[in-house]
């Protein structure tokens, strides 16, 4: 299959990795900045028509890396002893979060894969706050991801070139000078945009992963729950109930959810970001 | 005056900061040990290297201009109409925030100023350039001030070896035995230079000279005052050297071409000659906006 892997060369580190509906939802704030507020309800409607995106995930230069799929995790916890002692760190690849395109492909096939060093580090910094007058500090720490050099996150985009070029890509450009995700006036999520193609090869099957935290309008298979809640604009979102991305669907578009928040409508996304998986024996 | 926000595009400042004497911005030390340094500098985890948080830079050249707002209250009250309700000082006497005086707001055992609400941030020099929290209402920062890393010359320096920290052994003496009591402190060297961004969002016509010059007042104040800790000590006198400003209008970002960004060349110019020349300098960007 192929897609567009849109590149966030960062500048600076992160708050959080963010999820679909984080960059939908700065998107398309950045869209109704650009082109006002009528231009965000068209947006929305180009993803109900079937544009779609996926979470962010790190890259490092040529190598992606993509969230390791529930189906492959399943399949790692049913496996022998005798074979499980033949996987080195095993301990490790059942807990990682991210594994590179190649393992994750072979990951959908439930063949031997591995997973692959990360390319940033969550860290504690300490920050201080000085009284104007008596230079009296007060202290308080602060925890943020940190990115090696050359590398970033991206996203993939599945849709017309039209929504790409007339909505994504300005969106983009806008964020790229004013941050994505918290702590923007730190210079937090400021990036340069590259856009690139990219193929992932799947097996066939009727199960799915999703590559997006998603909302979901049935039952999904594999699933790991959170809830999210977030800002908008007008104030505080409601916590919603998202699959995480990984999680294992039956062919399942996943919703664009409307909540009123301050007299005001804003668009959660909870669209699925679909890729066939094979799945482990033992599930329907 | 009602809550609005507009966009009418974005002036990017980039340039080099150079530390003119040993810079020290601290880091918590994460494992003791013997005879290691008390007070490393802060160092990006994934490279080892050096660098100015923008927290840092930003919250200097902050706490500067509220200062110079605090001297000059009176004076600006006709100007900034957010400021008619503070009378000069810190409310850290009465301890409890909105006395009427500037510095208004604790935090923990600090006071600093900080409007406390949009329509007060609006009016303020301070609060509408770099954001207010406030209890009923917030406003967001027109400022972004990106981390600081070392230039690629610097950079090179390091992988081919040369130290861009330093420990200080720093000595305290006992006035009456002469008991000498040491103790290490790290700096980034003399002389290391590290690239700086520093964006501003053209939100309101009106304000954006006057948001400009503030910001620039704030660097030139910086320049004759310090970065970093141990600055009474003779730590922490930098130096801006502009590269480039220019002026994306809104169009840049809806079309990404190249003709929608005016280029204002500042380089070679101190801070102090592009605040002197800020008309000259910035017509371009004045015509593009049409208002002042």
Request: hydrophobic residues 35%; proline residues 5%; aromatic residues 12%.
């Amino acid at each position: 299959m192929k897609f567009k892997a849109i590149k966030l060369k960062l500048k600076g580190p992160l708050t959080e990795i963010p999820h679909a509906d984080t960059l939908f939802g700065a998107m398309a704030t950045a869209v109704g900045v650009l082109y006002g507020k009528e231009a965000i309800d068209e947006f929305a409607e180009r993803f109900q028509r079937g544009a779609r995106i996926s979470s962010a995930f790190p890259y490092e230069g040529e190598k992606l890396f993509l969230p390791k799929p529930l189906s492959a995790e399943y399949w790692l916890s049913t496996l022998p002893e005798e074979k499980i002692k033949g996987i080195p760190n095993f301990k490790r690849l059942k807990g990682a979060k991210y594994i590179p395109l190649g393992e994750f492909e072979k990951a959908l096939r439930l063949e031997q894969f591995t997973y692959g060093e990360l390319p940033f580090k969550r860290v504690e910094l300490p920050k201080v706050a000085l009284d104007r007058v008596t230079s009296s500090s007060a202290l308080y720490f602060w925890e943020e991801i940190r990115f090696k050099p050359n590398t970033g996150i991206y996203f993939l985009y599945q849709g017309d070139g039209e929504t790409l070029k007339g909505y994504i890509l300005p969106a983009l450009r806008y964020l790229a000078d004013t941050g994505i995700g918290g702590k923007g006036t730190w210079g937090y999520g400021l990036f340069d945009i590259e856009v690139e193609d990219v193929e992932i090869s799947v097996p066939g099957g009727e199960a799915f992963v999703t590559l997006s935290n998603t909302l979901p309008s049935e039952a999904p298979l594999l699933w790991r729950l959170f809830r999210k809640g977030g800002w908008s604009p007008w104030g505080r979102k409601p916590k919603l109930s998202f699959i995480e991305e990984g999680s294992i669907i039956g062919n399942d578009p996943g919703k664009i959810e409307t909540l009123t928040v301050g007299g005001k409508g804003i668009y959660v996304y909870g669209l699925s970001f679909p890729l066939p998986a094979k799945l482990p024996e033992g599930l329907p | 005056m009602v809550m609005d926000r507009k966009f009418n595009g974005k002036l990017v400042i980039t340039g080099k900061i150079k530390a003119v004497t040993g810079l020290h911005i601290g880091a918590q030390r994460e494992v003791g040990e013997i005879g290691g340094i008390d007070n490393p500098v802060i160092k990006d985890p994934v490279t080892g290297l050096p660098y100015i948080p923008g927290s840092s830079l930003k919250g200097r050249l902050r706490s500067l201009l509220e200062i110079l707002t605090n001297s000059k209250l009176d004076e600006w009250k006709e100007k900034y109409k957010g400021l008619e309700g503070y009378s000069p000082g810190s409310c850290r006497e009465e301890g409890r925030e909105n006395c009427g005086k500037f510095f208004n707001k604790r935090i923990n055992n600090g006071w600093i100023h900080v409007c406390p609400d949009y329509q007060k941030a609006y009016n303020c020099p301070v609060c509408r350039l770099f954001g207010a929290s406030g209890d009923g209402s917030n406003f967001p920062s027109r400022l972004i001030v990106r981390d600081a890393f070392l230039t690629e010359e610097w950079k090179r320096k390091w992988e081919e070896g040369q130290e861009i920290t330093e420990a200080k052994i720093e000595v305290g003496i006992d006035r009456v035995t002469s008991q000498a009591n040491p103790r290490t402190n790290e700096r980034v060297v003399a002389g290391t230079e590290f690239n700086f961004e520093i964006i501003y969002t053209v939100e309101d016509i009106n304000h954006w000279k006057d948001d400009v010059k503030n910001l620039l007042t704030a660097m030139a104040l910086l320049e004759d005052s310090y970065l970093g800790g141990s600055g009474s000590r003779g730590y922490g006198k930098v130096k801006f050297f502009f590269e480039n400003i220019e002026f994306r209008k809104a169009d840049y970002y809806r079309t990404g071409k190249e003709e929608d960004i005016i280029r204002i060349d500042v380089k070679d110019k101190s801070v102090r000659e592009i605040l002197s020349e800020f008309d000259d300098l910035f017509s371009g960007v004045k015509s593009a906006l049409g208002a002042e």
